[in-house]
C-alpha cells in the first residue's frame, strides 16, 4: 500500500525559506504517468494546492505561489521536495503530499490519491 | 482558473437521514470531478471520482452525480462517522481546484 510521509521543521522564521521533503513508501515515485504534489491547508480554512511534479522533473505551480516555490524530485531516494521562499504568517499551515493519479486513458491529472498525514509548519518569529 | 463553489457551508442533518451536498465549476470540468471527506485532526481522503465512482473501500451509502458544472454527492443514511467536513475538486485542468467545503454537522 502506497504511503506519503512529509518531514521538515515545524517551525520556520518570517522571510525565511520553508523546506519540506515527502517520502514515498510501497510504490515508486518513478511510475509512469503519476505526478506528486503539494497541497496545504491553513488552520481553520480550505485546501490549497501548491504544486506538482513528475519523476522527469516537470512541473506545475500555483500561479498565486509561483514566484516562492520550487518542487524538485530525487528519485534515487524515492522522494520529493518543497521549498517555499519569504515566508510570512499567512504561509502558516498543515502542508499535505500527495499522488495524482492519471485519468483511465493514461492523462496525468490533478486528482488527488493518496495523501500524506501532514504536518503543520507555522511561521513565527 | 476554474472556480468551484459548494453549497450550503453548513449542513445540519439528523443520523440515518439523507444528506444532499451541491458542488458547481465556474466552466465544465466534464465529469471529472471528485469529493474528499475530511475529519478533524486527519488528512482529506478520497471518496468519489469521475463524479460518480466509488474509490476503494467507499460504502455503498456514498453516491455521487452530474456533469458539466453541476455536481451532487449524496449519503443516503447518515452514520456517526459520516459527520465531517467535504470538498469537491475539479481536475479537469490544471490546477486542480477545490471548493471551500461543506461542515456536514449532527442536527
Known amino acids: 500500500q502506497l504511503q506519503l510521509q512529509e518531514s521538515g521543521p515545524g517551525l520556520v522564521k518570517p522571510s525565511e525559506t520553508l523546506s519540506l521533503t515527502c517520502t514515498v513508501s510501497?510504490?515508486?515515485?518513478?511510475?509512469?504517468?503519476?505526478?506528486w504534489g503539494w497541497i496545504r491547508q491553513p488552520p481553520g480554512k480550505g485546501l490549497e494546492w501548491i504544486g506538482s511534479i513528475y519523476y522527469s522533473g516537470s512541473t506545475y505551480y500555483n500561479p498565486s505561489l509561483k514566484s516562492r516555490v520550487t518542487i524538485s524530485v530525487d528519485t534515487s531516494k524515492n522522494q520529493f521536495s518543497l521549498k517555499l521562499s519569504s515566508v510570512t504568517a499567512a504561509d502558516t499551515a498543515v502542508y499535505y503530499c500527495?499522488?495524482?493519479?492519471?485519468?483511465?486513458?493514461?492523462?496525468?491529472?490533478?486528482?488527488?490519491?493518496?495523501w500524506g498525514q501532514g504536518t503543520l509548519v507555522t511561521v513565527s518569529s | 482558473e476554474i472556480v468551484m463553489t459548494q453549497s450550503p457551508a453548513t449542513l445540519s442533518v439528523s443520523p440515518g437521514e439523507r444528506a444532499t451536498l451541491s458542488c458547481r465549476a465556474s466552466?465544465?470540468?466534464?465529469?471529472?470531478l471528485a469529493w474528499y471527506q475530511q475529519k478533524p485532526g486527519q488528512a482529506p481522503r478520497l471518496l468519489i471520482y469521475?463524479?460518480?465512482t466509488r474509490a476503494t473501500g467507499i460504502p455503498a451509502r456514498f453516491s455521487g452525480s452530474g456533469s458539466g458544472t453541476e455536481f451532487t454527492l449524496t449519503i443516503s443514511s447518515l452514520q456517526s462517522e459520516d459527520f465531517a467536513v467535504y470538498y469537491c475538486?475539479?481536475?479537469?485542468?490544471?490546477?486542480?481546484?477545490f471548493g471551500q467545503g461543506t461542515k456536514l454537522e449532527i442536527k
Open positions: 500527495a499522488r495524482h493519479p492519471p485519468s483511465i486513458t493514461g492523462t496525468t491529472t490533478p486528482l488527488v490519491d493518496p
Open positions: 469521475g463524479a460518480s
Open positions: 510501497g510504490g515508486s515515485i518513478s511510475s509512469s504517468s503519476y505526478y
Open positions: 466552466q465544465s470540468v466534464s465529469s471529472n
Open positions: 475538486q475539479q481536475y479537469n485542468n490544471w490546477p486542480g481546484t
